[in-house]
């Protein structure tokens, strides 16, 4: 059962990611060609900043508060604390965004002036409505992805044929700005809306769940959710720190207009990632069950996905290294040739990510989720000191070999700073099949 459900949810999520990344891909190119490298850094560098908003404000709950609902002996138990998550969720959004406009603010002040001063305060604001994102995870306990997925597809696909449209009509950052702020309250307000319409009897024979309202807040039951979330918390704002920082720091150190040409190589890099993360979630439960069945089995099994993965990583990287050239310059013109150096070096990273989901899966299974944390915390680190290093001497081509570098150790070679993952990393490597000497 929890096969198919994985299976179906992975589906579900491959769609609705590809959508997100093609369409992504798409208006940085005509955003690139319409408005030019300097606009699309400052869109960068705002999207950037909204990334650093989710998982501040999704406290780590999303998966815990479906697997705590479950445990509850009541329905009034689990909708209490399924609200009250989302009252957490809310309320801490609304914060955040403020705090992440504070920060925007003494980073970029010259960003604020004009249309971009209402824009860029309502996009943080509306973000708040991601709280709203828990109703799906509890549909998708219940089985229900496709409408879920759908759903959120279709505004995305509205949401960028809206933004082409405004970028034709004369429009400039501020209206792309403002519309994904308007994306963010739709996605939040369409899942709430199905749960309403296709929520199940938590207890069969019982009446569904009224209306969310936050009177329904227990701060006794959220409490324990609070702490055992804090390491994926954690763990999840210093992942989107090291994984987004260059853009931040190059907008802040070299100018809007090289960020929006490592910009334009990055999201090329980064369009890729959606596989290993729709697979490695297609994967668990095969993993899973292997883990039970003994170590040897799962090892093989770990091993014959983790060399899938980095094959298809570095056959990808070799094409895109050798491509380069010609990409660049038919997707965003003879101004962004600096690019073609950025992407040769970025798109290697994808040899460590890729990998990285499956470690990532692997430190779950194990219950090592605190290592989670350390190897994010040090491709942060290592993330933000190449770049203050290299920046200033090498540019946006210095922030590219940050990036591989830190991404690097972040999501490998940290296996080889502790005694538990280096023993398992040799027993990965010398594991054998029976009869094999």
Same mark, same amino acid.
């Given at each position: ?88 969720? +809310? %309320? /801490?959004?609304?914060? =955040?965004?403020?705090?992440?406009? *504070? ?7 010259? !960003? $604020? ?50 933004? +082409? %449209? /405004?970028?034709?009509? =004369?429009?400039?950052?501020?209206? *792309? ?7 963010? !309250? $739709? ?51 210093? %992942? ?9 720091? *190059? ?61 298809? %990583? ?124």
């Amino acid at each position: 059962m929890l096969k198919k459900i994985l299976v179906a949810r992975a589906t579900a999520m491959l769609g609705d990611r590809l959508v997100k990344l093609v369409a992504a891909a798409v208006l940085t190119i005509f955003v690139a060609r319409v408005l030019g490298a300097s606009e699309l850094g400052i869109f960068s560098i705002v999207m950037a900043w909204s990334t650093f908003l989710v998982p501040l404000t999704s406290m780590g709950l999303n998966n815990n508060v479906v697997r705590r609902i479950v445990q509850q002996q009541t329905s009034q138990q689990a909708m209490t604390l399924l609200y009250s998550a989302v009252t957490v969720r +809310l %309320a /801490l959004g609304l914060l =955040g965004g403020s705090l992440m406009l *504070l920060g925007f603010y003494l980073l970029y002040p010259d !960003m $604020l002036s004009g249309n971009k001063g209402i824009a860029i305060p309502v996009l943080f604001l509306l973000q708040s409505f991601f709280g709203l994102l828990l109703f799906e995870f509890y549909l998708n306990y219940q089985g229900t992805f496709r409408s879920t997925a759908y759903t959120k597809t279709v505004i995305t696909l509205v949401s960028f044929v809206a933004k +082409l %449209a /405004l970028l034709y009509s =004369g429009f400039g950052i501020a209206s *792309l700005i403002l519309i994904t702020g308007i994306e963010f !309250m $739709l996605v939040g307000l369409g899942q709430y809306l199905l749960y309403r319409y296709k929520q199940q009897p938590f207890i069969p024979g019982e009446a569904p769940w009224p209306a969310y309202h936050p009177r329904w807040f227990n701060a006794e039951q959220i409490k324990p959710l609070l702490k055992r979330s804090s390491w994926l918390w954690v763990s999840g704002i210093v %992942a989107v720190v090291y994984l987004k920082i260059d853009i931040v720091m *190059l907008g802040a150190m070299a100018g809007s207009e090289q960020a929006g040409i490592y910009a334009a190589a990055s999201r090329l890099s980064e369009l890729w990632y959606v596989f290993p993360a729709t697979l490695a979630t297609r994967y668990y439960p095969d993993m899973l069950k292997s883990y039970h069945h003994g170590l040897t089995v799962y090892y093989l099994k770990l091993r014959r996905f983790g060399l899938l993965f980095f094959s298809a %990583a570095f056959c990808i990287a070799l094409a895109m290294t050798l491509a380069a050239p010609w990409l660049i310059t038919m997707l965003f013109g003879e101004g962004f040739t600096a690019a073609i150096e950025v992407l040769r070096i970025h798109i290697w990273a994808g040899c460590f990510i890729f990998v990285r989901y499956l470690i990532s899966q692997h430190l779950i299974i194990t219950e090592q989720e605190p290592l989670s944390l350390a190897s994010h915390s040090m491709g942060a680190l290592l993330n933000i000191g190449l770049n203050l290093w290299l920046i200033p001497t090498m540019g946006i081509v210095g922030a590219a070999w940050a990036t591989l570098i830190s991404y690097a150790f972040a999501s490998f070679f940290f296996l080889f700073f502790f005694a538990s993952t280096r023993a398992q990393l040799w027993q990965l490597i010398t594991a054998r099949h029976a009869g094999q000497r």
